[in-house]
Every structure is written in structure tokens, then in C-alpha cells.
């Protein structure tokens, strides 16, 4: 059943400066990856420190070893599409077969690949893959336009029509009560999903043209987006309805995509507009917009990021076909 929220829309907000020079800049390393032209993307960090990505052109998944700088890379099958991966607690990493309509559990200790197909050929493309707390997976299917769950125990998947068409379906993330909350990139509306019910609701954002790419939710469970139509960060209270937005440091032609908040509320994207590709952060609790670096490599797209709390890093794939880790202040 379609769920619409409305929602109170405060005028647009500018509000701090950035500071490009100062020390709240962040440290930014990049490894070129032996396999060119993969479009290494995604990465992960599992608890030995090493570093998982996919290989989105080249069918694998492959990790990194941070403190050697050498690379171990596991074979899918051709036209797999890899779009995206996570480490469970066991070791295995389950990845999003995005051009095969599967989400496949990779054991590292002998290279067995478990598949998971999609109990309806119209969900075709898994995309983002995210653990709740039971370690079950939620995900998005982009063109599909479905939200999915597998429960991990039974190999169960349970598929939720969007009901807006082509609503593209692309970011995920989870609140404090366990709650999905998704970026549906192909509208100006961000949807949650109620965990025991499975009943889908969509708030629909006040700027007909955003198209919210990415999400995060902060310790206060507001819901933060970035648009990449129009190079905004917007805040979401799912409480209120409120929504608050603040022009990225490079304008329209920002384009951010990747995005990460860290252990203080701090919220990184990436701008993939200029060239260099740009990490920038912002402060949700002081609302100002505090570091500006460029990534050296130019980055090209950098599509999605992952914060690393036990060594306060952010992780990231570039079309330049690298992995870069920022070091925060």
C-alpha cells in the first residue's frame, strides 16, 4: 500500500563556511588497484583490517591489505555485475550480483559461493546490500524498483514493490530502531520500510527535481541525503516532516554521490562534479560545512563509503580505479 507523508519544507539554508586549509582537512591515501579498468567500488572493512570491494566491470571481489598494499581477488561469474558488498561476523562477504539477478555469500576460507536468486524474475538487479542487527540483508534493486530483505538463517527473500514507478530505488540505511530508510534516486521521495509489517511508506521532499542519490541517519535519527540533480545536502525528521537543506560547497554542479557519517555526527560526501572529485564534511550539529580536500587521483565517481570506527576512516572506490582511505581529524 502507498504511503505519501507530508512534509513541512523550511527555506533553503546556507549556513557556515569552509575552511580548505586548516587542520579539520582530512588525510587522504589511494591504491591503485592491479586490475584496470574495474570500476573497484564498494569497499568494506572486515575485523582482520581488510579492506573488500567488487569489481563492477570485471566480476570479482577481491580485499586489500592496507598495511602490505597487497591485493587478493576472487572470481565470480562472467557477467555477474557486482555492484556492491558486506562482511558478516563469520568472515563471508555477500555481494549484490547486480546483472544476474542474485545476492551471493562468499566463504574466503575456499572460495565456495552460495547464491541467493530472486523469487520474482522481475527483480533483476540487486543493488546495495545492508545488515540489520539479526544480520539479515537489506537491499535495493534499482530498475526492478523493489526493496528486499533475505533472512540470512533460512535463505528467505522477501521483495516490496515500490509503488512510484521508477522510483529507482538506490541508497539504504538503517535508523536506531532497525528501520530501513532508502533513496529513491529516479524521484524526489526518500521511503521507509516497517520491519514487522513490511508495509513500505514514502516521503515525498518538497523540490520536485531533488533526487536524493545516497543517505545516512545520524544519532538523533534524522534521515540526511544527498541531491545529486542539484548539489544539495537535505535533512529529513521522520518525527516532524520537517526538511532543511544546505547547498553543497560547489553548487549545482556539485554532484554528490558517496556518503558516510562518522561516530561525532559528521557527515562526508563526495562532490563528483569537479574534477578533482572533492571529500567534503559537514558538521549535523553545528550545521556548518567544516573540510574541503580534493582526491588526488581526480576520483572520477566515487559512488559509495564506508566509515571504519575502530580507526576513524572513510573508504571509498573511484572510477579511477583505485581505493582511497580518508584518515579523519
Avoid: C
Avoid at 582537512?25 to 572493512?45: A, M
Avoid at 530508510?181 to 524526489?188: C, D, L, P, Q, R
Avoid at 545516512?216 to 544539495?232: H, I, L, P, R
Avoid at 521522520?238 to 558516510?260: D, F
Amino acid at each position: 500500500m502507498k504511503m505519501l507523508v507530508p512534509l513541512l519544507f523550511l527555506p533553503m539554508l546556507w549556513l557556515g563556511s569552509i575552511a580548505v586549509d586548516e587542520p579539520a582537512n582530512v588525510e587522504i591515501t589511494e591504491w591503485s588497484v592491479p586490475w584496470e579498468s574495474s570500476r573497484p567500488r564498494d569497499p568494506y572493512v572486515d575485523d582482520r583490517g581488510r579492506v573488500w570491494f567488487v569489481g563492477q566491470r570485471a566480476d570479482y571481489v577481491a580485499y586489500l591489505e592496507p598495511e602490505t598494499g597487497e591485493f587478493k581477488r576472487y572470481d565470480l561469474e562472467e557477467g555477474a555485475g557486482p555492484h556492491n558488498l558486506i562482511v558478516d561476523d563469520d568472515g563471508n562477504v555477500w555481494y549484490a550480483g547486480n546483472r544476474a539477478a542474485h545476492i551471493g555469500k562468499l566463504d574466503p576460507r575456499d572460495g565456495k559461493i552460495t547464491k541467493y536468486p530472486m523469487p520474482n524474475p522481475a527483480a533483476r538487479d540487486p543493488h546495495t546490500l545492508i545488515f540489520d542487527r539479526r544480520g539479515d540483508i537489506w537491499f535495493t534493486a534499482q530498475q526492478s524498483n523493489f526493496v528486499g530483505k533475505l533472512t540470512v538463517s533460512t535463505g528467505t527473500v522477501q521483495l516490496i514493490a515500490v509503488p512510484t514507478p521508477r522510483a529507482r530505488p538506490y541508497g539504504i540505511v538503517l535508523d536506531s530502531k532497525d528501520r530501513p530508510w532508502i533513496a529513491e534516486f529516479g524521484t524526489n521521495k526518500i521511503a521507509t520500510v516497517d520491519p514487522n509489517t513490511m508495509e513500505l511508506k514514502e516521503f515525498e521532499l518538497p523540490r520536485e527535481a531533488t533526487r536524493p542519490r545516497r543517505l545516512e541517519v545520524t544519532t538523533d535519527d534524522k534521515v540526511w541525503y544527498v541531491d545529486y540533480a542539484q548539489g544539495m545536502l537535505g535533512r529529513l525528521d521522520p518525527v516532524t516532516g520537517e526538511v532543511k537543506e544546505w547547498a553543497a560547497p560547489s553548487g549545482e554542479r556539485a554532484r554528490p554521490y558517496g556518503m558516510a557519517v562518522d561516530d561525532r555526527d559528521r557527515l562526508w560526501f563526495v562532490e563528483s562534479g569537479p574534477d578533482p572529485n572533492r571529500f567534503v564534511g559537514f558538521d549535523a550539529k553545528t550545521l556548518d560545512f567544516f573540510s574541503s580536500t580534493e582526491i588526488s587521483s581526480g576520483g572520477g565517481t566515487v559512488r559509495h563509503m564506508y566509515f571504519h570506527e575502530p580507526t576513524r576512516t572513510v573508504w571509498f572506490g573511484t572510477d579511477t580505479n583505485t581505493i582511497g582511505r580518508a584518515r579523519l581529524p
